[in-house]
């Protein structure tokens, strides 16, 4: 092996904190350690002729390893590794110590002190420095191909979109369809434009290039990249990120769509008629239908429960084209795409559960889907809203928010949109009929979007009556054939019992029926409401834990069109940076597994948050884990959870925090009992960032040892610092539930808790160790944490080790 | 209009076996159109007597005669949205109201009757006919010995028949 030459560049930062720090100790101190073959002081080493002389240093072959001593690591790094990497030395062989805000910001007041700690900080960033091993870079293949599952109005937007960027897309549709849930809304608000109009394709010469087309004739079906797969469900994936082999099953349409061209001979000859789903079962359908004039695909479906085939075969006979085939099979296919977005959208709940409000028993009581379907101009009742009991046109309607909805027996959430349903269907109604009787019966009026309090504005002008009340019940007098809603006007203090033809129930969203089982097949998690769950709701709002994956949409949660829009806009950004170079290279920063010590325990692919470890057969009839390159994040949750160590992280081996250990803690220069700090590189670190930035000061014998995340940090580790002659010890880390790697800060908190009971055994103050969870903001809460363990330890005594 | 900060009356209340879930509650009023107390008398609305809780308004709630008048049919609870459990949260503010002094005459001759006879509603000669001719043996004396004993280890007695601003 090469000899390790260690070149130390010390940047005082523009001299300002060599007022404070003894900077010709330190390089005396620097220069005398081991392996140390060049020292060198300026005013900044990450930019300009500093980061110079590092480059000069290693194309000279001077040195193979560097340390720098520069402000704000996280930004410096990045620049030093670039130039390092570009000078010929792998990147990885550096170590960045931020001698500013960790040494003489905070120890402003204690200059000497706070020199003896810079030498025990970079003795430590040499020491690791030195047993640090190049990483390599892989790569692994990105197919340009995306899945996307659901065509709505968010699944038909992100499939637009990646099409058009380059991207082969196959949306695929369970329903014989497209639409989704918003196509049968009738008007969309806040435009008031139809329902099935969506954004239309620019690319195509014969499209006219406004910004809005009805679906079938947007051109979406005539994208070259762009396959519509209806009547199709997903039934298996398998792969990895970036190369997925998703097996879909495509159900029988019983019509060719080639040959099909919608004459409707066939169904002016079926004899079978059943209730019409589309159209909430107002109205019947033969058993070979489309949901309407000019829907996409434009062919014909046969309902596979109602249509007697060869019994019967009347459409088969009459149809001009032979496009009907009555003994069409499912099949199955195998798709390769390197991502999947799912927008599987969301559904109305079935209200029937509300015993009070006698859904499905009163045929006058219905939800909004269903009213939807009356105020089409197409739809079942030709936009009249009319009682389905006796079909007589209703006069007075009751609109009842929150119908299992913000309600804690159902569905604990608030939909989001339903009041806006409600103000546009009241408006829609009092348009056409001006003299209808219309009340909304509501908890909270909520009008957040853009323009949507308009809405609520123009409702009242137009006479639409609102009571600030939840009914308790509804009743149906016989004799009438009335319903009468009790409800409370809270405002009046009165029970009223409003007389009403219809009542519709503005009932809760809830995901789709099938969205547990898609998440089972692909592997990815669910909120506590049954929505597919984002990654990060602030940050990653389309990302899930797998990468590859996205979603967007209802599926997510409820929304209007336009916000599905954006979600969907946005999950198609993200899936084609994941794809656009048609490989994904990363470092190697992984966790490596010694073959040697592993073997059959379950601990590392349980705890793993990035299911990246499989345990796999040796041969003997053991198992040993196994880490995906391209799955691990290099947390190292898994080394903390091994019982053997087996298992350690090729960015921060076990050696390395041993020495760095030792080093932090081979020099006091205080007269105080020294305490290790671990902090994780994410929010602990920044905590320990921010109060030195704010020069808020604590005892300059806390000395920090930066990890990954706590998740790494084995009891080993901890009862290793005591050993090494710290008095006390903090693990600093994330929130528990902000932990950048998932479960790391509460992995670290169950293991600082095992060893204060190891403490305890030996008999040591069990309080001398001590797990904080902070953000970037509460650098003073890091600051007054670390004052009170000096001062605690210090009261405690001298550590008695036998 | 507030006496105390309203969230100390709130939390005294949550602090009560059947007062837990008072403060889930947002003012929809489905208990008070489900009540039937509500539709025929103007002194009694679960959702009002709630608000006045959740603002403090504890002379309000425990002097006023509108806690003793929920008929305790649970109309209410089974219907609210919030799983508010409102008729425990009644009997809960009426714990609070005994303990305060504030206990209509009604219930101090119910308890009365208990302690003495061993039962709430006292024996008549009526209620001796009526149960012979529907075959039912005559009763017996309550053993009043024994039930003094339980009441008075509970503390019943002392609750029952304190007098208003004793403590």
Do not use: W
């Given at each position: 092996m090469e000899e390790v030459k260690v070149g130390v560049f010390l940047s005082d930062c523009g001299g300002q904190i060599a007022k404070i720090l003894d900077f010709e100790a330190l390089t005396k101190f620097v220069k005398d350690v081991s392996g140390v073959v060049l020292v060198a002081r300026g005013s900044e080493f990450w930019r300009g002729q500093g980061l110079q002389a590092i480059v000069d240093a290693v194309k000279s072959k001077k040195i193979n390893r560097v340390v720098v001593a520069e402000t704000i690591p996280k930004i410096s790094e990045v620049a030093i590794a670039k130039a390092v990497e570009e000078a010929g030395l792998n990147p990885h062989l550096m170590e960045v110590v931020d001698l500013k805000n960790h040494c003489a910001w905070p120890h402003i007041d204690t200059p000497e002190e706070a020199t003896e700690k810079a030498k025990a900080m970079l003795l430590a960033a040499i020491e690791k420095?030195?047993?640090?091993?190049?990483?390599?870079?892989?790569?692994?293949?990105?197919?340009?191909?995306?899945?996307?599952?659901?065509?709505?109005?968010?699944?038909?937007?992100?499939?637009?979109?990646?099409?058009?960027?380059?991207?082969?897309?196959y949306l695929v549709e369970k329903e014989p369809f497209l639409g989704g849930l918003a196509a049968k809304a009738v008007r969309f608000f806040p435009t008031d434009d139809c329902a099935i109009c969506i954004q239309s394709p620019a690319s195509l010469t014969t499209v006219t290039q406004t910004s809005r087309k009805c679906v079938y004739r947007s051109g979406l079906s005539e994208i070259p990249n762009l396959n519509v797969l209806t009547n199709t469900k997903i039934v298996k994936v398998e792969g990895s990120p970036g190369n997925f082999k998703v097996t879909v099953e495509r159900k029988p349409r019983y019509v060719d769509e080639k040959k099909c061209v919608a004459c409707d001979l066939c169904t002016s000859v079926c004899p079978v008629e059943v209730p019409d789903e589309y159209n909430a079962k107002l109205s019947k359908r033969k058993a070979i239908y489309v949901n309407k004039l000019l829907v996409y695909p434009p062919?014909?479906?046969?309902?596979?429960?109602?249509?007697?085939?060869?019994?019967?075969?009347?459409?088969f006979q009459v149809c001009p084209t032979k496009a009907v085939n009555l003994d069409q099979k499912p099949e199955h296919v195998t798709l390769n795409v390197g991502g999947i977005i799912v927008a599987t959208g969301f559904r109305e709940y079935d209200p029937s559960v509300i015993k009070e409000y006698h859904y499905g028993e009163y045929p006058d009581v219905i939800t909004h889907l269903e009213l939807a379907r009356m105020l089409d101009a197409f739809g079942p009742t030709s936009g009249v809203p009319v009682k389905p009991s006796d079909g007589k046109p209703a006069k007075r309607i009751v609109f009842v928010q929150c119908v299992g909805s913000r309600d804690r027996r159902w569905n604990p959430y608030c939909s989001s949109i339903c009041c806006m349903i409600s103000l546009k269907h009241a408006t829609m109604i009092k348009e056409a009929f001006p003299d209808a009787d219309v009340t909304i019966c509501y908890i909270d009026i909520r009008t957040t979007g853009r323009e949507h309090e308009y809405y609520y504005e123009r409702a009242r002008e137009m006479g639409v009556k609102f009571v600030k009340g939840r009914p308790s019940e509804i009743i149906h007098d016989p004799a009438t054939?009335?319903?009468?809603?009790?409800?409370?006007?809270?405002?009046?203090?009165?029970?009223?019992?409003?007389?009403?033809?219809?009542?519709?129930?503005?009932?809760?969203?809830?995901?789709?029926?099938?969205?547990?089982?898609?998440?089972?097949?692909?592997?990815?998690?669910?909120?506590?409401?049954?929505?597919?769950?984002?990654?990060?709701?602030?940050?990653?709002?389309?990302?899930?834990?797998?990468?590859?994956?996205?979603?967007?949409?209802?599926?997510?949660?409820?929304?209007?069109?336009?916000?599905?829009?954006?979600?969907?806009?946005?999950?198609?950004?993200?899936?084609?940076?994941?794809?656009?170079?048609?490989?994904?290279?990363?470092?190697?920063?992984?966790?490596?597994?010694?073959?040697?010590?592993?073997?059959?325990?379950?601990?590392?692919?349980?705890?793993?948050?990035?299911?990246?470890?499989?345990?796999?057969?040796?041969?003997?009839?053991?198992?040993?884990?196994?880490?995906?390159?391209?799955?691990?994040?290099?947390?190292?949750?898994?080394?903390?959870?091994?019982?053997?160590?087996a298992i350690e992280l090729s960015h921060l081996k076990s050696s390395q925090i041993s020495a760095q250990i030792k080093a932090l803690l081979s020099v006091n220069g205080t007269s105080k009992p020294l305490v290790l700090v671990f902090s994780c590189s994410e929010c602990g670190h920044a905590a320990v960032d921010s109060s030195g930035m704010a020069m808020m000061s604590y005892p300059a014998n806390v000395r920090v040892l930066r990890v990954p995340c706590t998740g790494v940090i084995?009891?080993?580790?901890?009862?290793?610092?005591?050993?090494?002659?710290?008095?006390?010890?903090?693990?600093?880390?994330?929130?528990?539930?902000?932990?950048?790697?998932?479960?790391?800060?509460?992995?670290?908190?169950?293991?600082?808790?095992?060893?204060?009971?190891?403490?305890?055994?030996?008999?040591?103050?069990?309080?001398?160790?001590?797990?904080?969870?902070?953000?970037?903001?509460?650098?003073?809460?890091?600051?007054?944490?670390?004052?009170?363990?000096?001062?605690?330890?210090?009261?405690?005594?001298?550590?008695?080790?036998? | 209009?507030?006496?105390?900060?309203?969230?100390?009356?709130?939390?005294?209340i949550t602090g009560r076996l059947g007062g837990e879930t008072i403060t889930r509650c947002y003012q929809c009023g489905t208990c008070a159109s489900a009540c039937p107390v509500t539709k025929t008398t103007e002194r009694y609305n679960p959702r009002q007597v709630i608000r006045l809780a959740l603002l403090g308004q504890r002379n309000d709630v425990l002097k006023g005669d509108a806690i003793w008048l929920c008929a305790s049919c649970y109309n209410c609870q089974e219907r609210c949205p919030q799983k508010v459990e409102v008729a425990d949260v009644i009997y809960a503010l009426r714990n609070m109201a005994i303990r305060g002094g504030n206990i209509p005459a009604i219930y101090t001759e119910f308890a009365a009757a208990l302690m003495n006879e061993g039962r709430l509603a006292p024996m008549s000669k009526f209620l001796e006919k009526k149960r012979a001719e529907y075959g039912l043996p005559p009763l017996k004396p309550a053993n009043t010995e024994a039930l003094k004993k339980i009441l008075a280890a509970t503390g019943f007695d002392k609750i029952m028949f304190r007098k208003e601003g004793a403590t």
């Open positions: 420095a030195k047993l640090l091993e190049p990483i390599g870079k892989a790569e692994f293949p990105a197919v340009k191909a995306v899945l996307v599952i659901g065509g709505g109005a968010a699944g038909m937007q992100a499939a637009e979109d990646l099409a058009e960027m380059g991207f082969k897309v062919a014909y479906v046969i309902d596979a429960k109602a249509c007697k085939f060869h019994e019967c075969a009347k459409c054939n009335t319903l009468v809603v009790e409800v409370e006007d809270e405002l009046l203090r009165r029970l009223l019992e409003l007389e009403a033809d219809l009542v519709v129930l503005a009932t809760a969203m809830v995901p789709s029926e099938d969205a547990k089982e898609l998440a089972q097949i692909l592997d990815i998690e669910l909120d506590q409401d049954g929505f597919f769950k984002e990654y990060n709701a602030k940050l990653r709002p389309t990302e899930t834990k797998r990468r590859g994956i996205f979603i967007c949409g209802g599926a997510v949660f409820p929304k209007d069109v336009p916000t599905a829009s954006l979600h969907a806009h946005s999950a198609a950004v993200k899936a084609a940076k994941f794809l656009m170079n048609g490989k994904i290279v990363k470092d190697l920063k992984v966790a490596v597994v010694n073959q040697d010590y592993c073997g059959n325990c379950q601990f590392c692919p349980v705890t793993c948050p990035y299911g990246a470890i499989i345990l796999e057969p040796k041969g003997d009839g053991h198992f040993t884990a196994k880490v995906s390159e391209l799955l691990c994040e290099g947390c190292g949750v898994c080394v903390g959870t091994c019982p053997v160590g084995q009891v080993q580790h901890i009862l290793e610092a005591f050993k090494a002659g710290a008095q006390g010890v903090m693990v600093v880390g994330c929130k528990p539930d902000g932990c950048h790697y998932e479960v790391g800060s509460q992995k670290a908190k169950q293991r600082v808790e095992m060893a204060k009971m190891l403490l305890q055994a030996y008999g040591i103050e069990p309080e001398r160790l001590e797990m904080l969870n902070l953000v970037f903001i509460e650098g003073d809460k890091f600051a007054e944490a670390a004052k009170t363990m000096s001062e605690k330890v210090e009261k405690l005594g001298p550590l008695q080790l036998s | 209009m507030t006496e105390e900060k309203p969230l100390d009356f709130a939390r005294e």
